[in-house]
C-alpha cells in the first residue's frame, strides 16, 4: 500500500511538472504572437528571399474565401501560393513559389506579411476579417498596399 501512495504521488508532481512547462511553453507563444484588433501579428523567423524584399506579401490559398476577400483589398502587394499562378484573378502579381510557400505553410491563410530588402520577413499578421487588412498597413505604414476603394 506504501508502494501505491508514494507512486501516486511522484505521478502527480510529475503531471504538475509537465503542466508547469506547457503554461510557460504558452506564456512564450504569447510574448511571439499578440493578440489585436488587426487579428494575430508578430514577428517571424522566416526568409522569403530577394524576390519578396521590400514588398507587402499575401500568403494565400484559393480553397480560403477570406484569402480572396483580402487579395482585393490589396493594390500593390505579392501573391504568395502554391497553387499555378493563373488559379489568380486578383490583379496582383502572383508568384507560385513551393520553397518560399513552405516557409509560410505552418501558418494558416490568409498570411499577411512585410518583408525588408534582405527577404526576411519583418511583421507578420493573420488577419481574421478582410476590413483588418487596412488597420494592419497604416500600422506597418505601407498604406500603398491597401485597396484604394477600402471603407478606411
Partial sequence: MTAFLVITWVAIVVLFLGLA??????RLLR???GRDAGGFSGAADIELGPRFAGRVV?????????????????TDAVLLTHEPAS???????????REAWRAVSHLAPPVLM????DG??????????????????DDWGVRG????GSDT
Fill in 21 to 26: 512547462a506547457v503554461l510557460r511553453e504558452v
Fill in 31 to 33: 510574448a511571439v504572437v
Fill in 58 to 74: 499575401l500568403a494565400a490559398d484559393t480553397g480560403c474565401p477570406l484569402c480572396r476577400e483580402v487579395a482585393e483589398r490589396l
Fill in 87 to 97: 488559379a489568380w484573378d486578383v490583379g496582383l502579381d502572383v508568384v507560385s513559389d
Fill in 114 to 117: 512585410s518583408v525588408g530588402a
Fill in 120 to 137: 526576411v520577413v519583418r511583421r507578420v499578421s493573420l488577419p481574421v476579417r478582410a476590413e483588418q487588412v487596412d488597420a494592419v498597413l
Fill in 145 to 148: 498596399g491597401a485597396h484604394a
